[in-house]
């Protein structure tokens, strides 16, 4: 089931992303930074195909990515990290490391979509755990300006094991919504 | 004594600079320059839907720009140089005022005819425009996506100091006004003169100016087939000496085309109310409230599709009788897909669109998966002014690990929308 919504949506959202100004009217080598926050971050830690516990936060994210520009298309590597201090004053960390691809659709209001995969992981900082699996990642953005382009992202990570402190489960999902500014050199 | 201009395609390579130039000064579209003929655009928008502006059928000389004054006697057609030879004329002038029919109606009523035959083109509106002011211009659009205007728009006596007497020179213009792109579609001038045939200036105001009714008339037929296939003729000029333009052909010009509908994307932001209905946990099944904000933008993909793009955040409250969530869930949701609008307007229509939702559900005690995949059918149209009203339905069907609480809904919702 884990494998089939990762694919379907996947498949659904096949748009790319693309930062319009600096990204559209250049070719080459470009990269950037951003940082944001996500108002919707649910982490469910599944036991038996049910919910056996969760968490939910508002996180502040942080990104890099790096990559190669062609026409309306780009092709980057990227690394995100989403932090916050639970309960417990445990700090966690989840990322998506991976691969990103970008298209831009001309004429559509400014805005773009996008999209990426790669490995997902999940830390308790100060703690042993530690988890990883699959992430995916879609979005919708709009450059502001020659540099600056906001992004709103969908992730869901896809944990093969727990990564939290005295909790049981088989296995742990994050999904989360995400506002990013990023700032780009091209 | 004539001025041809070779056809296209038949140019001779010494000419081609020589004409350019002169095109340049014209504001017809010149096949030298364009490679876009008037077939090749008429035939680009083929089936569709014409207004056409039928001029009044007689011409109106007050609207001349050049002169200050009302004159409505033969004094309207001369310009500033010729002045002097026109009153030292005097006496041999006739100071009736001029009743000019204008063969524009002419031309553009066979140019329509020919235009349905053509290019499948249909008349949806037909009326009198006597004065192309952005007023009537915006009305005229309104009616339908293309607007279809041929008028005289020079007019002028030319004087030869040597033997006293003038020539006359005139030209119609077509325009058709594309609705959709904001823009000219077509802007074509038909231009010709009679050099050789001089008279004095007297020839030209009797009878109420007989003799230049007679002149536009005479060469109605010619710029039509210009108009149409591009044919040339021989007293066809290339530019335009002394000529007076009537305030008509300015105000098309300069016309600004409104935007209702215009343009390749739009762009909306919304408030949207929903209900969602879930049949299961059983027995009474599952009620959600939302209340959300979103943007939605679209691009045009052909006359009557386009690209829709929708995000959503949204805020939810779960009613699962008999316990009521009074925690607040927080969503969001991405659509996309294709609208489709019937009458090619971009603020109305009905669009299709694939789905992806998320939200805190199992966090706040809902039994619902974090996310899920679905479809939406929006209604979109105008409901006062820009403001736009939106009435959806849609289909949820939540996904994840939590087997159990992968239950699909019905969403029904209504909003409001505003172009940003």
């Known amino acids: 089931m884990r494998r089939t919504f990762g694919l379907i949506l996947l498949t659904l959202f096949t748009a790319m992303a693309w930062g319009q100004t600096g990204l559209a009217t250049s070719s080459g080598w470009f990269s950037g930074i951003g940082s944001g926050f996500a108002p919707l971050y649910i982490e469910e830690i599944i036991a038996d195909d049910q919910l056996a516990a969760g968490a939910t936060a508002i996180s502040p994210t942080f990104s890099l990515r790096t990559g190669w520009v062609v026409q309306h298309y780009a092709i980057y590597l990227m690394t995100e990290q989403n932090i916050y201090v639970n309960e417990a004053q445990d700090t966690s960390t989840s990322g998506l490391t991976g691969l990103g691809i970008s298209y831009l659709v001309p004429g559509l209001n400014d805005c773009y979509l996008s999209a990426g995969a790669g490995l997902a992981s999940k830390t308790v900082i100060g703690d042993d755990a530690f988890a990883s699996g699959t992430g995916l990642q879609l979005g919708v953005g709009r450059p502001l300006s020659q ?40 | 004594m004539y001025s041809a201009r070779t056809s296209p395609g038949h140019c001779q390579p010494s000419l081609v600079l020589g004409l350019s130039v002169l095109c340049s000064l014209l504001l017809s579209s010149c096949a030298l320059l364009s490679p876009k003929t008037n077939d090749d655009r008429m035939a680009s928008i083929s089936g569709q839907a014409l207004v056409v502006s039928v001029p009044a059928s007689n011409l109106d000389l007050t609207r001349l720009q050049n002169s200050a004054r009302s004159e409505q006697t033969i004094m309207a057609l001369v310009t500033a140089p010729f002045y002097r030879q026109a009153f030292t004329t005097n006496g041999n002038r006739n100071g009736s005022k001029l009743v000019v029919d204008d063969p524009s109606r002419l031309i553009v009523n066979n140019l329509v005819d020919y235009y349905k035959k053509e290019y499948q083109s249909r008349i949806v509106a037909k009326g009198t425009i006597n004065n192309i002011d952005p007023q009537h211009l915006a009305h005229a659009v309104q009616q339908g996506d293309f607007v279809i205007d041929v008028r005289v728009s020079d007019l002028a006596l030319i004087g030869n100091a040597d033997n006293q007497q003038f020539h006359l020179q005139a030209s119609y213009q077509l325009v058709v006004v594309d609705r959709l792109q904001a823009s000219y579609l077509i802007q074509d001038r038909c231009a010709f003169a009679e050099p050789g045939n001089q008279q004095m200036i007297r020839h030209f ?21 210009y108009f149409a296939q591009g044919t040339l003729f021989p007293a066809q000029l290339t530019t335009l000496k002394d000529t007076i333009k009537t305030v008509q ?52 993909l052909s006359e009557q599709m386009s690209l829709m793009v929708n995000t959503e955040l949204n805020i939810l409250q779960a009613d699962s009788f008999p316990t009521f969530s009074t925690q607040a869930i927080y969503g969001a949701s991405l659509g996309v897909g294709a609208a489709y609008h019937p009458n090619s307007r971009l603020d109305r229509g009905v669009a299709l669109l694939a789905t992806g939702t998320m939200g805190q559900f199992l966090q706040q005690g809902v039994n619902l998966s974090t996310s899920g995949l679905g479809f939406q059918l929006v209604a979109f149209r105008p409901l006062l002014g820009e403001l736009q009203g939106t009435v959806r339905y849609g289909f949820t069907q939540h996904l994840g690990a939590t087997t159990a609480a992968n239950n699909g809904g019905h969403l029904f919702g209504f909003g409001l929308a505003y172009p940003s």
């Open chain 1, 147 to 186: 540099h600056f382009t906001l992004e709103m992202n969908y992730s869901y990570f896809s944990l093969d094991s727990v990564a939290v402190p005295f909790a049981v489960g088989e296995r742990e999902t994050i999904t989360s919504l995400q506002f990013n500014l990023l700032f780009l050199w091209v």
């Open chain 2, 249 to 300: 052909t300015t105000s098309m010009e300069k016309a600004q085309i409104p935007a209702s509908g215009k343009g390749t994307s739009y762009g909306w932001l919304g408030l949207n109310s929903s209900v969602a209905l879930y049949q299961e946990p059983e027995p009474d099944g599952l009620t959600l409230f939302a209340l959300s904000a979103s943007y939605t933008v679209g691009k045009r």
């Open chain 2, 205 to 225: 105001s009797d009878n109420n100016g007989q003799a230049v009714a007679e002149f536009l008339r005479k060469y109605a037929a010619d710029c039509l087939r």
